[in-house]
């Protein structure tokens, strides 16, 4: 289970990454067209600054202004790249916290089994011992009812013997049935 988990885990980490590179690469080309955009402006500015014959005619002005349009048009598709790219950031973002989240819980159930596991031979103990307490009285009583069937046997015992010293016509041997201790 920990091991799927942390699978889970290393997989959206990696996605994450993989993510914030290409928004950085992104970023960076960004960058790049700002500052050639930027450098081009400083320079159409100094040639035109100077010079009032290098006024733009209709149709280079219909050139610049199609190629301005072909930039917007690039960098509104660059805009709507960073916002997916954001919006699936976000998304794995909140999948990795719910992983997280997922891991801690998962983590904390491990440990309390775990200290169910450690419990488990302490409460057989505890449960074998209240287990044995009436099986050893009663073995106790068993053996107590034993000792005293034997006292009794041997009295028994002794004055039939004191009979069998009699006249051997009057000798009778009375045979009792032995006793043998059951447990249980």
Do not use: W
Not at 5 to 29: C, P
């Amino acid at each position: 289970m920990n091991a799927t988990v942390n699978a889970l885990a290393n997989a959206s980490e990696d996605i994450t990454a993989d993510l914030q590179k290409e928004i950085n690469l992104l970023k960076v080309d960004l960058e790049q067209k700002d500052l050639l955009v930027q450098q081009l402006s400083e320079e159409l500015f100094r040639l035109v600054k100077g010079n009032t014959a290098f006024l733009p005619n209709a149709e280079a002005h219909e050139h610049h202004s199609e190629e301005m349009r072909c930039l917007a048009e690039k960098l509104a598709m660059v805009e709507n790249q960073l916002i997916l790219s954001q919006a699936l950031i976000q998304d794995r973002d909140r999948e990795a916290l719910e992983l997280r989240h997922t891991i801690q819980e998962m983590g904390d159930r491990n440990r309390m089994l775990e200290q169910v596991v450690q419990e488990l031979p302490n409460i057989y103990r505890t449960k074998f011992a209240e287990r044995i307490v009436p099986i050893k009285q009663k073995i106790e009583a068993l053996q107590k009812e034993n000792r005293q069937l034997h006292i009794e046997l041997q009295s028994l015992s002794f004055r039939l013997s004191g009979r069998t010293r009699r006249p051997a016509a009057a000798q009778q041997r009375l045979e009792l049935p032995r006793v043998i201790p059951a447990l249980g």
